[in-house]
Structure formats: structure tokens, C-alpha cells
């Protein structure tokens, strides 16, 4: 293989059909390199070294098909939906890479090929920045976007971790969600916003969260006080005497900001059964009663 092509597979992940016939392939000799396994397709006239996609994750396998399809693309499109999605953030769920999605306010017409989806919308300027050089939505619009396709648990995902991240803002997410109240597939998007909090600590945590909403759990703070069964509080990283710290997904307490004072207790008992660990007991604010009031959640 051709070390112009080896340069561009470095790279970029990728080099297209047009580079390698510029270095003096033939259509015939590239085609035998394909057949020979020398040179893998990924998207029609996309090509990549068989090692180094071999050793890609699937999200960056996405993003190598996007860069490929932008370069290949009009000025006008822009990364959006799912791809937008991933430029902005790690924290996703779940989602289907296997298109590529593209948006282009001057298509006449939503379009889908082996691979890539094209889509019609209008882009306000505000709506577009640019990541790693490549154009795409605002992080808010994506979580919005990506919430057409997929189902109210899977956007939570997303909009807890950019929110978490800083990448957008409850104030944004909201416009963003009110810009959109009457697209096709938004019926659960305002639902999503509504539990999305950059207080879920991880992926794992937000699908914990939202599984407690669908179990009928009473609406809580997100950061919650826990003490171990015995009554003795944790103590903090910082090495202070006590912490305020939330329970994770794994049922074990996270380090996390105090919720309020408890006011009332409503606890199981704490004894110590065999074969048991220690249940500990935490403070949650409950919309439907005191603030701080005290639950025992149990390992076992």
C-alpha cells in the first residue's frame, strides 16, 4: 500500500477513491487490493487499513464515517442527530452508529443511502458551531434532535451528560425543547428535560434514575445525604469529619453535594441479616413530602 495512503489512514482514519487514483492506482489494481483484503470499505468510496479500523470502537468508527461523508458533502451540511450527538459528548447509551446523520436546510427532501441519512431542516446561524473542525448543531439541538429517534431513556442519557459537562444549559435545553414542541417524534422530549440533571454522576446512573421514575419511586433531590446503618456519617475525600454523598447506580455512596437537613424519618430496620451487607440510609428531598426525609436503601 501506497505510504501517501498509509499518511492519510494515520490521519484521518480513512482516504478516499479519488486519493488513491491520484497516486496512480488503476481502477483495476485498487479493486484487486480490496479483493486481496489490503484495503477495507467502509462507506461507499471510503476506504481504511484493515488494522488500524480493526482497532476502533464503534463511536469512533462513527466518527470516521462522518469526516469522510462531510468531505464529501456540500458546504451547507452540517452533523446532526446521532453524529452530532457523539461529537459533543462520550456519554451515550445505546444509540444506533450505524448511519451517519446529516443535515442540510437547502435539501429539498429527507434522504437515506447505505449508511448516511440526510435531513431537511432549517439552521438558524445561532443553532451551528463547529467541533474539531467539523460543522455540526449546538449540543442542546442534538440531545433535541437525537430525542426523534430514540425513546425517553436514551435522550435522558444524553442530556444528563451534557449537562454534566457544561456543554449546554437547563436554560437552553428548555428553548431548545419549546423551538421543537411541534416536530414529529418530540411527544416525550419535554420529559426528558424535565428529569435531565447534570447531578446523575454517569450513563449508569442516569438509566438508575429514570428507572426509579417508571417505578413509581417519589420524585427526590439528586444529591441526598447517606449515613451507614449504624448512624455513623462517611467520611469525605477532603478528610472532613462527615460527607454528603448520593447512592450510585451500584448501590454504594458517591461523594456529593448535601441536600438539606432531614425533618422526618422513615426507615427500615437496620439489622444486620446473614449474608447481608449493612444497608445506609439517606436523605431525600420527596416532592410529596418534607424535604430531607430519610430512606434506607439496602445492598442485598
Not at 437552553?172 to 435531565?196: K, Q, V
Request: hydrophobic share 35%.
Amino acid at each position: 500500500m501506497h505510504s501517501r495512503l498509509r499518511a492519510l489512514d494515520a490521519e484521518q482514519g480513512y482516504f478516499l477513491t479519488r486519493d488513491a487514483l491520484a497516486l496512480g492506482y488503476t481502477a483495476a489494481s485498487f479493486y484487486r487490493a480490496k479483493r486481496a483484503g489490503q484495503v477495507v470499505p467502509i462507506r461507499h468510496g471510503t476506504y481504511a487499513l484493515p488494522d488500524s479500523w480493526a482497532r476502533l470502537t464503534e463511536a469512533q468508527r462513527h466518527l470516521v464515517r462522518l469526516r469522510a461523508s462531510l468531505e464529501r458533502a456540500t458546504a451547507r451540511h452540517v452533523a446532526s442527530h446521532t453524529s452530532a450527538v457523539l461529537l459533543h459528548t462520550e456519554g451515550h447509551w445505546g444509540l444506533d452508529l450505524s448511519h451517519v446523520h446529516l443535515t442540510n436546510p437547502l435539501r429539498r427532501a429527507e434522504r437515506r443511502e447505505s449508511g448516511l441519512t440526510h435531513h431537511r431542516a432549517t439552521l438558524p446561524e445561532e443553532h451551528v458551531t463547529e467541533v474539531g473542525g467539523l460543522p455540526t448543531v449546538v449540543p442542546a439541538r442534538a440531545a433535541v434532535e437525537l430525542s426523534t429517534l430514540v425513546d425517553t431513556e436514551r435522550t435522558l442519557v444524553v442530556m444528563d451528560s451534557l449537562r454534566r459537562e457544561g456543554r449546554t444549559t437547563k436554560p437552553e435545553l428548555d428553548a431548545m425543547i419549546a423551538t421543537a414542541c411541534a416536530w414529529p417524534g418530540t411527544l416525550h422530549t419535554a420529559l426528558a428535560g424535565r428529569l435531565a440533571s447534570p447531578l446523575s454522576g454517569s450513563v449508569g446512573e442516569s438509566r438508575t434514575m429514570y428507572a426509579f421514575f417508571r417505578g413509581g419511586v417519589p420524585a427526590r433531590c439528586s444529591s441526598t445525604r447517606c449515613t451507614t446503618g449504624a448512624g455513623s456519617s462517611p467520611s469525605s475525600t477532603s478528610g472532613g469529619p462527615s460527607t454528603a454523598s448520593r447512592v450510585s447506580s451500584t448501590g454504594w455512596p458517591s461523594t456529593a453535594a448535601t441536600c438539606g437537613p432531614a425533618s422526618r424519618q422513615r426507615t427500615r430496620s437496620s439489622a444486620r441479616r446473614p449474608g447481608r451487607i449493612p444497608s445506609a440510609s439517606c436523605s431525600v428531598a420527596d416532592s410529596s413530602a418534607t424535604p430531607g426525609a430519610t430512606w434506607t436503601i439496602g445492598t442485598g
